[in-house]
């Protein structure tokens, strides 16, 4: 079994910060690429940023220079630090691994999400 669970969300007034944590769990053989999605009302799940873990990441415009995706392989933990929060930047963020697990063929697996609200 794995699981993905992510923490860190909460209530930030704008131009705060906040650092969410995504730890992966369970029986896994490697993990690939790890992912930061959001979810806003009324809006398509995005892309928000991407780590490889080949020394690459890549981000959503909306986010270039205010947002941070970094990875502890020993840990099979993601963060992604916030800075310089806007209202837009409220929704539900999720965490996503590409991952290689022992006992199951599925490759990607998502958490449960957090929820982060930026009042104006």
């Known amino acids: 079994q794995v699981h993905l669970v992510e923490s860190g969300g909460g209530l930030v007034q704008a131009g705060g910060s906040l650092n969410l944590s995504c730890k992966a769990s369970?029986?896994?053989?490697?993990?690939?690429?790890m992912s930061w999605y959001r979810q806003a009302p009324g809006k398509q799940r995005e892309l928000v940023a991407t780590?490889?873990?080949?020394?690459?990441?890549n981000y959503a415009d909306s986010v270039k220079g205010r947002f941070t995706i970094s990875r502890d392989n020993a840990k099979n933990t993601a963060y992604l630090q916030m800075n310089n929060l806007k209202p837009e930047d409220t929704a539900v963020y999720y965490c996503?691994?590409?991952?290689?697990?022992?006992?199951?063929?599925?490759?990607?697996?998502w958490g449960q999400g957090t929820q982060v609200t930026v009042s104006s």
């Open positions: 369970g029986s896994i053989l490697s993990i690939n690429a």
């Open positions: 780590n490889t873990g080949a020394g690459t990441t």
């Open positions: 996503n691994a590409d991952l290689r697990s022992r006992f199951s063929t599925q490759r990607y697996y």
